[in-house]
T-cell receptor, first 111, second 112 residues
Framework: GQNIDQPTEMTATEGAIVQINCTYQ??????LFWYQQHAGEAPTFLSY????GLEEKGRFSSFLSRSKGYSYLLLKELQMKDSASYLC????????????FGRGTSLIVHP | DGGITQSPKYLFRKEGQNVTLSCEQN?????MYWYRQDPGQGLRLIYY???????QKGDIAEGYSVSREKKESFPLTVTSAQKNPTAFYLC???????????FGDGTRLSIL
């Protein structure tokens, strides 16, 4: 089975930095995705990690430690539009390549 | 522009009625998926299809049915056997390998 854990809600101030954590226990590992989802909209792809380390993409970075079953999404220079739900999804080995999603972290950015 | 189109955006179901949610993609993706999202919950997999004329049950397939007669289309039918259908339904597609899923804008289904 697969278990993915994220905080339910976080708040942060505009212009600040926030780190959203994701821990997982899965039967094998074949990659971790982060998605952003605004209320009532489609999730959009942010990042993909399969090897240990930090991947940076503009204001967003994602880190992975496979030995610890741990990832985080780092958002810098927060903007009001970053208020959204952030979904962590882990893919286990197998022919289906289907990721399992965590419950998501609702991030509220206030002025 | 390529993408995934879900329709309708809002749908209402009467008791005992079957309803069908449409999902069309022009990304030439092999695989397509249906997810259900409830408030405060993650995405739960209903059905998926990796190739035309083949599909597999996901974690919560009971009360749902699908077909995959064309590569571009993967409609989901919510049958009367699904006793709690009120949810946000998301369709996704992806290529094989390490590619991320692309999602449609979703259909919100409610009970009348």
């Amino acid at each position: 089975g697969q278990n993915i854990d994220q905080p339910t809600e976080m708040t942060a101030t505009e212009g600040a930095i926030v780190q959203i954590n994701c821990t997982y226990q899965t039967s094998g590992f074949n990659g971790l995705f982060w998605y952003q989802q605004h209320a009532g909209e489609a999730p959009t792809f942010l990042s993909y990690n399969v090897l240990d380390g930090l991947e940076e993409k503009g204001r967003f970075s994602s880190f992975l430690s496979r030995s610890k079953g741990y990832s985080y999404l780092l958002l810098k220079e927060l903007q009001m539009k970053d208020s959204a739900s952030y979904l962590c999804a882990v893919r286990a080995p197998g022919g289906s390549y289907i990721p399992t999603f965590g419950r998501g972290t609702s991030l509220i950015v206030h002025p | 522009d390529g993408g995934i189109t879900q329709s309708p955006k809002y749908l209402f179901r009467k008791e005992g009625q079957n309803v069908t949610l449409s999902c069309e993609q022009n990304l030439n993706h092999d695989a397509m998926y249906w997810y259900r999202q409830d408030p405060g919950q993650g995405l739960r997999l209903i059905y998926y299809s990796q190739i035309v004329n083949d599909f597999q049950k996901g974690d919560i397939a009971e009360g749902y049915s699908v077909s995959r007669e064309k590569k571009e289309s993967f409609p989901l039918t919510v049958t009367s056997a699904q006793k709690n259908p009120t949810a946000f339904y998301l369709c996704a597609s992806a290529n094989r390998g390490n590619q991320p899923q692309h999602f449609g804008d979703g259909t919100r289904l409610s009970i009348l």
